[in-house]
């Protein structure tokens, strides 16, 4: 039972850790295509500061663990570590970013900077 605890949180850490990398990606290609508009609008400063803001202050978090944003049910499913949250239910993940944007239906202009 200890061995295959330890598999799935290493297998949890390196889907955290590819979720991250993809949506990185993510955003280089959005910035790449929406350049202009977006340099007048919010800054790589900006977006790591919203990155930095409290998941805790967004979401109701007990051990690490909340409802998920992107369904209904009764029983937290979504761990939350790191400023990054994973439903194990349907599989939505995201940072305080990607959480932001789908609790308040913003763009990613919008909830980045309403996390300054």
Known sequence: SGAASQ????IFASIIQCS???R?????????????????????????????????????????????????ERTPS???????????ACGWHGDVIDVKMKLDNLSFIDAVKSLQ
């Open 7 to 10: 598999d799935r949180d290493f």
């Open 20 to 22: 991250k990398e993809i």
């Open 24 to 72: 990185d990606i993510k955003r280089e290609i959005y910035f790449i295509t929406q350049n202009d508009k977006i340099k007048n609008e919010i800054t790589d400063e900006m977006i790591e500061r919203a990155k930095e803001y409290p998941l805790e202050q967004i979401l109701k978090i007990k051990r690490n663990m909340a409802l998920c944003i992107n369904h209904i």
């Open 78 to 88: 979504m761990n939350c570590k790191n400023n990054f949250a994973y439903c194990h």
